[in-house]
């Protein structure tokens, strides 16, 4: 049953120490707000998930959240490197970061088939290339019916899922709308999820007949952060403000400006701060 | 005859190999600047596809993300993720694969994962996204890269994803029976593979290359057909959309919230 949460409270309930946690979000409506909420509570020793990591696991690999991400794409899209990723990878400051690597493909069936129920994935690929030779959890399985040989992975099963989605109802039900990435498998193959939202309404009022809803019994802690996802983006509140996602690759090059940048931006901030991000578009949309 | 550089060049070429009937799925950077681009030239009707989800779409300017908000915008319609790796990929929908990549052997194997040791990297590179499904589910495969001895090398520290494999039928016997890289468009040259070896060879130099220029850009001793052609040059009209294009793109990406 979903809760209407502070967001402090969510993440202190939801996200433990060591835990498995999926911040999901293919480039839309990835939980920047949550994310900071769970840096500045000093978690420690988390296996990240996630397709595409990108700024926001940068900041969480680089505070020193992270001990091992699971992950098939990890860099600045359109822009270049994470440097706090590599720099963990390549000279393990702060700390060394242990990399399962996959293919989108993988993961997505990964999460699929944790929302299923499965112990495993089953998919046409990883065929000839070296992944296989670096990450001992791909395998093969034979199919019993054509005989043809196919990649196996386990399923994701998070602990945890954290997502950001436009709109939640009073009870707690969540729709998303727009490039919906894997967030509605990420939270029904976890544990625990919390869900940040731009806003809460009454009821969600004309829509769709197959519009994208998680229901509140999927869920544990439903969270009004207007503009939670910001510098990525929540259709039709907020757009990807693209010239920042730049920008990070100078903030996050060095460790002291990236430092510096933290502790102004999220050590001394909360998640009203937000709002104040994204307030001109999103009042021009509500 | 118009003044343009050999990035343009290349963009316009790979922009080329494409046809209005082509249903491609769609890199960001390089592949997406080309697709666009052949949909606002010659190919108006070919469907391109991004895999975060968006079917069809028809963006005004380049998405900097692969999930911008004006690929969902324009789109026929967004699929999630998973479908779009399970029923359009590896279902067999796409045509046309368009990959980039951080190193290139003469097979057209690709890294894009790590440069040195994959336990001790000397630079981590973003890892393989789609790619290693892309290249043995779509129906062929189109790679743009610029050339340089340090991508186009004569060993893959990492093969991400592949090609023709060790060349011949090395592919086919992996069983995938997809064709594989058909063009490599690059800064200077359009290579396709050789018919019998699959080693990648120059069968077009962009106007004014020379051979030795190719060769001393790549890392493996380069093939070159029986019949080299010149690559046409630019059209007026093909360096205005595509300039356009990259300026509507800079305008957009410099904007702040």
Same mark, same amino acid.
Request: proline content about 6%.
């Given at each position: ?17 060591? @835990? ?66 590599? @720099? ?199 | 005859? !118009? ?5 343009? +060049?290349?963009? *316009? ?6 046809? =209005? ?9 390089? /592949? ?13 009707? *070919? ?12 963006? =005004? ?5 692969? &999930? ?12 999630? !993720?998973?479908?779009? %790796? ?5 279902? &067999?929908?796409?045509?046309?694969? %368009?990959?980039?990549?951080?190193? *290139?052997?003469?097979?057209? =194997?690709? =890294?894009? #994962?790590?440069?040195? /040791? ?24 189109? *790679?743009?890269?610029?050339? &340089?001895?340090?991508?186009? !090398?004569?060993?893959?520290?990492? !093969? ?11 592919? $086919? ?6 064709? &594989? ?9 359009? %290579?396709? /593979? ?5 080693? +990648? ?19 493996? /001793?380069?093939?070159?057909? $029986?019949?080299?052609?010149? #690559? ?26």
């Amino acid at each position: 049953m979903a809760r209407i949460s502070s967001l402090s409270e969510a993440i202190k309930d939801a996200v433990r120490d060591g @835990d498995t946690v999926a911040l999901e979000g293919f480039t839309h409506l990835i939980p920047h707000a949550a994310a900071h909420e769970i840096i500045r509570q000093g978690r420690k020793r988390l296996t990240l998930i996630r397709m595409t990591p990108d700024l926001i696991y940068d900041q969480l690999i680089g505070m020193g959240c992270v001990d091992r991400l699971i992950f098939s794409w990890g860099g600045n899209p359109g822009v270049g490197s994470l440097h706090r990723l590599r @720099d963990a990878v390549e000279n393990g400051w702060p700390q060394k970061l242990e990399l399962e690597e996959h293919s989108h493909a993988a993961m997505a069936n990964a999460y699929e088939a944790g929302a299923a129920g499965l112990p495993c994935a089953i998919f046409r690929g990883y065929i000839g290339g070296d992944m296989p030779k670096v990450n001992p959890k791909i395998k093969r399985v034979i199919c019993p019916f054509t005989g043809e040989e196919l990649a196996a992975i386990p399923a994701h099963r998070p602990d945890v899922a954290v997502i950001h989605a436009q709109r939640a109802d009073k009870a707690g039900n969540v729709m998303i709308e727009g490039v919906l990435g894997v967030q509605k498998e990420a939270v029904l193959a976890s544990k625990r999820s919390v869900v940040t939202v731009e806003q809460i309404v009454e009821d969600f009022g004309p829509r769709s007949l197959n519009a994208v809803i998680l229901p509140h019994w999927t869920i544990q802690h439903v969270v009004a952060v207007p503009g939670g996802a910001f510098p990525s983006y929540a259709q039709g509140y907020y757009a990807r403000n693209n010239s920042f996602y730049k920008k990070w690759d100078d903030i996050a090059r060095e460790r002291d400006t990236f430092l510096a940048w933290m502790k102004t931006n999220v050590l001394e901030k909360g998640p009203e701060a937000f709002a104040q991000y994204t307030r001109k578009q999103r009042a021009a949309a509500e | 005859m !118009v003044d343009y550089k050999p990035n343009e +060049m290349m963009t *316009i070429a790979a922009a080329r190999a494409l046809k =209005n009937d082509d249903v491609c799925f769609v890199g960001i950077g390089m /592949p997406s600047a080309a697709a666009n681009l052949a949909r606002l030239t010659h190919a108006p009707d *070919i469907v391109l596809i991004y895999e975060s989800g968006t079917l069809a779409t028809k963006p =005004n300017v380049l998405p900097l993300s692969i &999930g911008d908000g004006e690929l969902c915008e324009t789109a026929l319609t967004t699929v999630p !993720v998973p479908e779009m %790796f399970r029923y359009w990929l590896q279902g &067999g929908r796409i045509k046309v694969g %368009f990959l980039g990549g951080a190193q *290139i052997d003469k097979y057209a =194997n690709l =890294n894009t #994962t790590v440069v040195g /040791p994959y336990d001790k990297p000397k630079v981590r590179l973003p890892g393989g996204g789609g790619a290693p499904e892309i290249a043995t589910s779509c129906g062929e495969i189109f *790679i743009i890269m610029a050339q &340089g001895k340090r991508s186009f !090398v004569d060993r893959l520290d990492f !093969v991400t994803s592949i090609g023709h494999v060790s060349g011949g039928d090395s592919r $086919a016997r992996l069983g995938v029976k997809t064709k &594989g890289p058909t063009k490599l468009i690059t800064d200077l040259a359009l %290579f396709e /593979p050789d018919a019998q070896s699959k080693e +990648m060879t120059v069968v077009s130099l962009h106007p004014g290359v020379t051979r030795e220029q190719v060769q001393d850009n790549t890392g493996w /001793p380069v093939k070159f057909a $029986a019949q080299v052609a010149e #690559t046409p040059p630019p059209t007026a009209r093909e360096l205005e959309v595509l300039r356009e294009l990259h300026a509507r793109t800079n305008r957009a990406h410099s904007e702040a919230a």
